[in-house]
């Protein structure tokens, strides 16, 4: 991150924590203020959670109602953006629980405690055709990018979304998902094979493949 955009992102940092002071103190016009630059960054967040426009303007509602109700809680011990996206995934897995019914099997799968041991590989390796800048300008890598992170489980995409996508910390995100850090770890090592196997495939030359390398346990 370059010393300019961490700026533009301490001056944003402080914007929103004034208009959150102000909303405190009754300020209705913060309160929407701080509603408008924060629903951008929520509504995608839940939409990559729950994969429908529906359900996202569900949970998006649903965050700012819990924030108007827990305004008075904010101890600003972190930026309120990081604050209000663990509001919104907690939101967003209230309703991906729901939809699958509450059941054993998804709430067992997804706090599960995975292992660096028996790590799965990409099978196809090799160079990118082109180099990363010019394969990011190609109008069809966002939606290739939606596909592959869509294609992964649940446990696996959200550790992910949270960590690369929307940059809260390991501990950060084992707070909001309630695992382990080192099962964050774990995950997002495993959700960035996949991604790059799937990429891989996508944007690799097949003429310079090489043969993948085989851990032995």
């Known amino acids: 991150m370059t010393h300019e955009l961490k700026e533009d992102n301490v001056k944003q940092d402080s914007a929103e924590m004034e208009l959150l002071r102000l909303a405190k103190r009754g300020d209705y016009a913060a309160f929407q203020q701080l509603v408008v630059q924060l629903q951008p960054r929520v509504y995608g967040l839940v939409l990559r959670i729950l994969r429908q426009p529906h ?50 099997a998804f709430v067992s799968s997804f706090a599960t405690e995975e292992q660096y041991r028996d790590l799965t590989l990409p099978e196809f390796i090799a160079p990118w055709s082109k180099t990363a800048e010019e394969i990011a300008e190609q109008a069809e890598v966002r ?40 099962n964050v770890k774990v995950r997002l090592l495993r959700a960035r094979l996949a991604l790059r196997e799937k990429l891989t495939k996508k944007f690799g030359d097949p003429r310079r493949a090489m043969q993948p390398i085989h851990v032995v346990h």
């Open 55 to 104: 359900d996202a303007e569900d949970a998006t509602q649903q965050t700012f109602v819990s924030l108007i109700e827990h305004l008075q809680d904010f101890r600003e011990e972190s930026s309120i953006v990081t604050w209000i996206l663990k509001v919104a995934t907690n939101a967003a897995l209230k309703i991906l629980r729901k939809k699958r019914g509450h059941t054993a």
């Open 143 to 182: 939606e290739e990018l939606d596909r592959a992170l869509e294609s992964l489980e649940d446990r696996y995409r959200l550790v992910f979304i949270l960590r690369d996508i929307e940059g809260l910390s390991v501990k950060e995100t084992a707070e909001t998902l309630q695992l382990s850090e080192s």
